[in-house]
């Protein structure tokens, strides 16, 4: 499985951005997506699931201001961030899981400025 983000960039607080992960190879046996983030110094956080069924969860930092998505057909997960917040600067990676292991993509910085 090979992942793709794109999407990233420098936005003011209070802003939106949208992410995207594209997924190729052998995508048949993901089970679950997930964006997880790094901010300088700080240990990697989970941010947002999706499994194969479609079920969603995410931290509770991000609750209700971003939403995880995908599209089946272009084999990408979305992840829409809005109400950004400065404290939301961090690289954002994606993360594909089969049953034995995991995938990462490149990582995408995303930065909120005041």
């Known amino acids: 499985v090979q992942l793709v983000e794109s999407g990233g960039g420098l936005v003011q607080a209070g802003g939106s951005l949208r992410l995207s992960c594209a997924a190729s190879g052998s995508i048949f046996s993901i089970n679950w997506m997930r964006w997880y983030r790094q901010a300088p110094g700080k240990q990697r956080e989970l941010v947002a699931t999706i499994t194969r069924g479609g079920s969603t969860n995410y931290a509770a930092s991000v609750k209700g201001r971003f939403t995880i998505s995908r599209d089946n057909a272009k084999n990408t997960v979305y992840l829409q961030m809005n109400s950004l917040k400065p404290e939301d600067t961090a690289v954002y990676s994606c993360?594909?899981?089969?049953?034995?292991?995991?995938?990462w993509g490149q990582g995408t910085q995303v930065t909120a400025s005041t």
């Open positions: 993360n594909a899981g089969v049953v034995t292991t995991s995938y």
